[in-house]
């Protein structure tokens, strides 16, 4: 069993940043990847980005690219979710996942993930 468990959430004005932190009760060399993914009221939960822990190899959605930066500190077993110039778009619920089962499968599909955060709320006002 892993947890996760997220931080950083908040009110953030349009174009500010935030930074959310999602720490696994596991060692982090044990993970394949570790991602974020958000789901906004009435929407279908969507990829952020997610990163390959041993590789370090990042993956982003179209809509976040040069804006959020997602990293890892294996020493803390803990993946960050940098968000800049964050826009209205941006408000949802944000959820920290992670893969554990050592093989290839498609990061940017929640199904890929074994793992859950509770989720942390980013609220961006116009």
């Known amino acids: 069993q892993v947890q996760l468990g997220e931080s950083g959430g908040g009110l953030v004005q349009a174009g500010g940043s935030l930074r959310l932190s999602c720490t696994a009760s596991r060692r982090a060399f044990s993970m394949y990847a570790m991602g974020w993914f958000r789901q906004a009221p009435g929407k279908e939960r969507e990829f952020v980005a997610t990163i390959r822990w041993s590789a370090g190899i990042t993956i982003y959605a179209d809509s976040v690219k040069g804006r959020f930066t997602i990293s890892r500190d294996n020493a803390k077993s803990t993946v960050y979710l940098q968000m800049n110039s964050l826009t209205p778009e941006d408000t949802s619920v944000y959820y920290c996942?992670?893969?554990?089962?050592?093989?290839?499968?498609?990061?940017?599909?929640?199904?890929?993930?074994?793992?859950w955060g509770q989720g942390t709320q980013v609220t961006v006002s116009s």
């Open positions: 996942a992670a893969r554990t089962i050592p093989y290839y499968s498609d990061l940017t599909d929640g199904r890929s993930y074994d793992y």
